[in-house]
């Protein structure tokens, strides 16, 4: 089940240091290579609400063995393309695919697990992300340096095909088939009859007096149109269009959006299995806080990758398996940390996030000071490797404890559709942080060289997770008010 997601996530990070072979091997542009990973970005971040919702109704197994199959698919077909165009077009797809199949693991670990098993098993899915993020660079690097240029960035998307065919084998194999699967899992208030009044996940009488929608209306396809286009106006500015045109873009997707939220309110008032996403999920304290936290964090630490990335190959002249290896504590203090996590989060959730998130700061900190240590004699880029375990250590505290802890009151019917709404919360937060942050390094390294660059963009992350801190300690407290209830 976890294959096809680090495949996915890897995709994200391992394509960083394969664009100079990329921009070689096919003569691409400067545009095309921003589309190489924006195409993958928007795909998936348009994908995910409305295949969590799909996988909801019409069962998650199957969903997820489209995305999988879709993913190898395309994964192959961008190792085999001879145009930026081709290659492109092979992105987008694989984006789409991760976004089919992300939600479906969400939903099925919510469907499959309760309790504290549910928690070891967020606790590997956060091991899953972790190591795909931080050990992408190091292994793209490794491929890229130890092969032909030509084939080196090709064999960073054909890894995926092996990957993938495990993976569908494993799932023929051994992933449960519920009885219910195919059947169609049944949304809030699928129980309630037309007519009769049904309640809202606190409890609250909702009054639903229309009939529940059949077919494809199931699924919502207004809301689908309506969300996927705000998505996409939303993250466009910060991933292509950074000039007063993006920000036209931002504002008409904030209005799409009202829209939306307007529609799914209206469906939701005649059935409640009517809408794409219920609207009454954010009334739901735990998941609301906690996605905000993991939402937050993902503004800021991601862009760490990238930056770090170019200080070591441009501001240190390294080479690219270099520039990997600095990530490599990171991803080894997420797999020792997570699994431990996760087992811990049923009775120290909110404190461990708190812990995590504090963590975080203190991760960027120390990462500045030895940056700042590379302008004297006692600087390394291998005290900067150990600064980055840190933030391993912050991964594993937070994002195996946060993911838990939102889902921990979701409805399992809900499941896939929570998934996708969090996880896109978290892609247009990415793709924010990322646009700020290394905005701002490369405005300094013009000014004042790619040392100041770093240190100035370690400093701006820090202060970014002081809201995740806040946020934390808040869903902390919110969570104590309730156990006292």
Known sequence: MFLPLFASLLSISIVNVALPAIEESLEASSADL???LSGYALAFGMALVPAGRAGDIWGRRNLFLIGVVVFGLASLGAALAMSPLVLNTARVFMGFAAGILTPQVIGMIQQLFSGPARGRAYGMMGTVIGVAVAAGPALGGL???TTAADLGWRMTFLINVPVTVVALIGILLWLPKPQDDDAA???VGADTDAGRESTSPDGASTGNTGTEPQGLQRLDPLGVVLLSLAVLLLMLPFIQFR???GGLFAVAGLLV?????VWERRLGRRHESAPMVNL?????????LNSMVLGLYFAGMPAIWAVVAVYVQQGQG???LIAGLVTLPSAVMVMLLSSRVGKAVESKGPRILVAGTITAVAAMLLLSGTAALMATPYGSIWLMAAALGVVGISQALIIPSAQTLSMHDVPEQMAGAAGGVAQTVQRVFTAIGIAVVTGIYFSV???QGHQSGIVIATLVIAALMLSSVAAAIFAAKRAAISAAE
């Not at 959006?257 to 939220?261: D, S, Y």
């Not at 009454?280 to 609301?288: E, G, H, I, N, R």
């Open 257 to 261: 959006l009202g829209i939306w939220a």
């Open 445 to 447: 390294t013009a000014d």
């Open 143 to 145: 491929i890229i340096d």
């Open 318 to 320: 390294r080479g690219a």
């Open 280 to 288: 009454k999920l954010f009334a739901l304290p735990s998941y609301t």
């Open 185 to 187: 899992a049944s949304s």
């Open 243 to 245: 000039s007063l045109v």
């Open 34 to 36: 921003q589309w190489v």
